[in-house]
């Protein structure tokens, strides 16, 4: 069991905490979260885009001379690719670029990844986190008192709407719920502030 300082939300420690090394404390599997982001961010692509092929550009129906006799190459449409104004070929189309991952592949991506954080000294863990109203402020010292100057993944046991509004104009910062957690944004956000309830849950989940 790895041993944390807990902060409070102006910086104080207050107590420590004992994690579990199955959720805290494995040996990362990189070629496992390797796959994580690859799949994660192949699952965000839209793949939207698109270009006409010769049979959609408008057009080019006749053929722009005879076959034979002019001393010119053969032609059979004035929307070829080799044409100004011709279709596209070989471009893109729709298409879906996800892909699934098999469950236990994810689940150790991401113990990993919480494991990682863990051994490079990312993790701060916070008695309670929370916002009595919608204020930046409140969120932004909070960050600057534990130690966050950059990019920062705040977790909490449950969305606090106040919370989320709060941290949303602070560059860099986001936040998730326990629930919620995945291997791109972990590795992906900086310092990793997490409360004393949402850390149990995780070992909940996942111990």
Do not use: C
């Amino acid at each position: 069991m790895a041993q944390f300082d807990v902060l409070d939300m102006n910086g104080k420690k207050v107590s420590t905490i004992e994690l579990s090394d199955a959720v805290f404390g494995i040996t990362p599997n990189e070629k496992v979260m390797h796959m994580a982001i690859v799949n994660f961010l192949a699952n965000q692509r839209q793949g939207t885009q698109s270009t006409k092929t010769r049979s959609e550009v408008s057009g080019g129906g006749r053929k722009p001379w005879r076959q034979k006799g002019t001393g010119r190459a053969r032609q059979g449409s004035t929307r070829s690719p080799q044409w100004t104004h011709g279709g596209i070929a070989l471009g893109p189309k729709p298409r879906d670029y996800s892909f699934r991952l098999n469950k236990k592949v994810k689940r150790l991506a991401l113990l990993s990844a919480l494991s990682s954080k863990a051994q490079s000294g990312e993790i701060v863990v916070v008695d309670k986190i929370e916002a009595a109203e919608y204020k930046t402020k409140t969120v932004a010292n909070m960050l600057t008192a534990v130690g966050v100057t950059k990019k920062a993944l705040i977790v909490t046991p449950a969305v606090d709407a106040k919370l989320v509004k709060s941290a949303a104009n602070i560059p860099g910062v986001k936040t998730t719920t326990a629930d919620n957690i995945n291997t791109y944004e972990v590795l992906n956000g900086g310092k990793f502030v997490i409360s004393v309830d949402a850390a149990k849950k995780l070992e909940e989940v996942f111990a």
